[in-house]
């Protein structure tokens, strides 16, 4: 009788519930998550809805929680993210921030991992500057990918391409294509050359999600608390920002690493089939990193991991 009575209460808060979840998605989910750790399953990035891959709108709170640690087996690759990667702009040491290769120096046993700079990994374009990058690099890690942020990048000399002879890296973990290329320009786009060499990619290889890693945070216009480090070089602001993709259903995470001085916390936000994420060091205690984990595009994942705590 008892359990009969316990039914009959667990079914008709359930129906007063469902219809709360369907009219506020989001608030439902933030009370969700303040009951059950994030951490016990990891969120899914994409969902199939009804037929069409689209972001988890779930996605956003788990990473923004203090807590995202997760483990993984060795059928993931493993990026390791990091934006503006001198760090502390008053505690400069000529390339990455110290505390950042204090932690490779303890975290990083596996060198086939990648390494990805969002830009702004040196303070000034010197070649000096750029050697001591580049074997500090390549001390932890024999893959890495640069997206070169205004302070590596300059349009006055070649020293950037002399040192890493190119600004468009690519790579492919199964039907993930991640791509980190150049936004230095006046309008923070990238150059045509660049557009038609990502559409090819996409044309000849049929990817089912497409990470883009700029310096810049491009799309800071399309929302409310982003803040760039800086708005350095910027001139005129491209309205249209992925209208070059000629692949419009293709899902897209956009990751922008001018961040972590001007806003040291990170930004997530989800538009459609579009995930924004932007996320850097600054020499605080807050300086995160992110850990990303892909086996395909049905199965990528997050982790923040912070640098001082």
């Known amino acids: 009788m008892e359990t009969a009575k316990k039914a009959k209460i667990f079914i008709a808060i359930s129906i007063f519930l469902i219809p709360l979840m369907v009219n506020n998605q989001k608030r439902f989910f933030d009370s969700f998550l303040e009951v059950f750790n994030p951490d016990e399953v990891s969120t899914q990035l994409l969902i199939d809805v009804a037929g069409d891959s689209l972001i988890n709108p779930e996605f956003c ?6 807590n995202t640690r997760n483990i993984y087996d060795n059928n993931f690759t493993l990026f390791y993210v990091v934006g503006h990667a ?13 505390n950042l290769l204090d932690y490779f120096d303890k975290n990083i046993t596996d060198r086939s ?3 990805v700079l969002t830009g702004d990994f040196i303070k000034n374009d010197t070649l000096e500057s750029l050697i001591a990058a580049k074997d500090q690099i390549e001390t932890s890690f024999d893959n890495y990918m640069i997206a070169p942020g205004n302070h590596d990048f300059s349009e006055d000399n070649n020293n950037y391409i002399s040192i890493f002879n190119k600004d468009l890296f690519y790579t492919f973990v199964d039907d993930v294509l991640l791509i980190s290329a150049n936004f230095n320009n006046t309008d ?3 150059d045509l050359g660049d557009q038609e060499t990502i559409n090819k990619l996409i044309s000849d290889y049929n990817p089912n999600l497409l990470i883009l890693f700029s310096h810049q945070i491009f799309w800071y216009d399309l929302f409310d608390g982003v803040r760039p480090n800086s708005f350095e070089g910027l001139e005129n602001i491209v309205v249209n920002k992925f209208e070059w993709i000629e692949d419009k259903e293709l899902p897209l995470i956009s990751i922008a690493g001018d961040s972590g ?28 990193i992110l850990k990303m984990y892909i086996h395909n595009s049905e199965n990528i994942y997050f982790e923040k991991e912070y640098l001082n705590r």
């Not at 709170?61 to 203090?66: A, G, K, P, R």
């Open 188 to 190: 923070w786009f990238l």
């Open 86 to 98: 001198y760090g502390d702009v008053d505690n400069y040491d000529k390339a990455l921030d110290l």
């Open 261 to 288: 001085v001007a806003q040291n916390e990170i930004f997530c936000s989800i538009s459609e089939n579009k995930l924004f994420i932007a996320s850097g060091i600054g020499g605080f205690e807050n300086d995160h």
């Open 61 to 66: 709170i788990s990473l923004e929680s203090d």
């Open 113 to 115: 991992n990648y390494l």
